[in-house]
T-cell receptor, first 115, second 118 residues
């Protein structure tokens, strides 16, 4: 069975600094999708970034980028120039290529932004 | 992007009563919707997958008779918590799968419903 592990329950970063959130996963599949979701205090889940496992290039969305290490089964999220609005729970998630398959979420990392 | 709404956003009910939560896809048709439960400071736990026109598929450990799911149309799925008890108090989140995206499909999440059972 696939699992997603986030080993950092909480992290803090100074505003405008860079922070990296860690995520590891376990799977026997060769093709799959990885996601980072943000859940702010409003509780609305927001997709931050997505990575297809068959792509070697790391995904980037503005200030958000990932470091995808397929062999190590590692998928970290880097947030550059942290802003107060980045404060939220961040969930790492996994899904197989099967369109009917479910998303498996990690336990989450709560990110605090220090002004 | 696709928008998913939930109603109500908050509900308080007495123990033993039933409560219905609606999940709607506002600008697209969703053949598949998902229901999650989230306890405080915890991750999302998938409860069931709801397919339009057919019975929902429940995850292991989720009571089918307690959490009734109906997906009667392509834009609406409902979750009814029957005979609610205080331990059912939680945050319930739905998501809808945007169709016709091949292998990759996005799940768009609703804003959630906070259920408090007194």
């Amino acid at each position: 069975a696939q699992t997603v592990t986030q080993s950092q329950p909480e992290m803090s970063v100074q505003e405008a600094e860079t922070v990296t959130l860690s995520c590891t996963y376990d799977t026997s599949e060769s093709d799959y999708y990885l996601f980072w979701y943000k859940q702010p205090p409003s509780r609305q889940m927001i997709l931050v970034i997505r990575q297809e496992a068959y792509k070697q290039q790391n995904a980037t969305e503005n200030r958000f980028s990932v470091n995808f290490q397929k062999a190590a089964k590692s998928f970290s999220l880097k947030i550059s120039d942290s802003q107060l609005g980045d404060a939220a729970m961040y969930f790492c998630a996994y899904r197989t290529m099967n369109r009917d398959d479910k998303i498996i979420f990690g336990k989450g990392t709560r990110l605090h932004i220090l002004p | 992007g696709a928008v998913v709404s939930q109603h109500p956003s908050r509900v308080i009910c007495k123990s033993g009563t039933s409560v219905k939560i609606e999940c709607r896809s506002l600008d697209f048709q969703a053949t598949t919707m998902f229901w999650y439960r989230q306890f405080p400071k915890q991750s999302l736990m998938l409860m069931a997958t709801s397919n339009e026109g057919s019975k929902a598929t429940y995850e292991q450990g989720v009571e089918k008779d307690k959490f009734l799911i109906n997906h009667a149309s392509l834009t609406l799925s409902t979750l009814t918590v029957t005979s609610a008890h205080p331990e059912d108090s939680s945050f319930y989140i739905c998501s809808a799968r945007v169709p016709n995206q091949g292998f990759l499909y996005e799940q768009y999440f609703g804003p959630g419903t906070r259920l408090t059972v007194t």
